[in-house]
């Protein structure tokens, strides 16, 4: 039964971070739709963008 109640969690567990995570890119994608396309902002938050999808990615695998 324990075994049981752990995997759970862990499932919960990774499926709120999947969604803390969805929840930042989506405000990067704001921000940058909302920012004047400033160079150096603007390449930040697209590595900003890619590193979470990049951490989203792993944690659907």
Do not use: F, T, W
Not at 1 to 7: A, E, F, G, L, R
Not at 14 to 29: P, T
Not at 46 to 52: D, I, S
């Amino acid at each position: 039964m324990y075994i049981k109640d752990s995997v759970i969690e862990a499932q919960i567990e990774k499926d709120l971070k999947k969604e803390h995570i969805k929840g930042r890119i989506q405000e990067v994608v704001s921000q940058i739709r909302l920012r004047n396309r400033c160079r150096s902002r603007y390449s930040g938050m697209r590595e900003r963008l890619k590193r979470l999808r990049g951490e989203l990615k792993l944690l659907s695998d």
